[in-house]
């Protein structure tokens, strides 16, 4: 029995509007991320010391650290630059690139009522 499944590909219909950023700001707004949560607040309850802390491993593990622009590039966007956001208030994307690894890092969040 051979079984196909579709899948629908997210297509970009708008074009993407990223802003450039400091590496240095990356731990730090991961960590206001997780702190303050979405438009309803944070449901992790953790010490803002121990939540910056997270957000610094996260950052050891993606790029050592390196918060120079000669090893990481870091860019943001509030739009819903692609058919998989909801396009309703909370759209937003951290693009993270690790230029000794050449790795791209993408994470996105949407929210909706």
């Excluded at 079984?3 to 950023?21: C, H």
């Excluded at 050592?64 to 590039?73: I, L, M, N, P």
Aim: glycine share 4%.
């Amino acid at each position: 029995m051979k079984i196909i499944l579709k899948k629908r590909a997210f297509k970009i219909d708008k074009e993407p509007n990223f802003d450039t950023k400091d590496g240095f700001v990356i731990d730090g707004e991961l960590a206001a991320l997780l702190f303050h949560g979405g438009a309803y607040g944070s449901q992790y309850k953790k010490e803002p010391k121990q939540i910056k802390e997270k957000a610094r491993l996260f950052c050891s593990q993606l790029f050592y650290e390196k918060y120079s622009y000669d090893y990481v590039r870091y860019y943001t966007s509030s739009t819903a630059w692609n058919t998989w956001f909801i396009d309703f208030i909370i759209d937003y994307t951290y693009l993270i690139v690790c230029m000794e690894t050449r790795t791209i890092w993408i994470l996105a969040y949407t929210d909706t009522d």
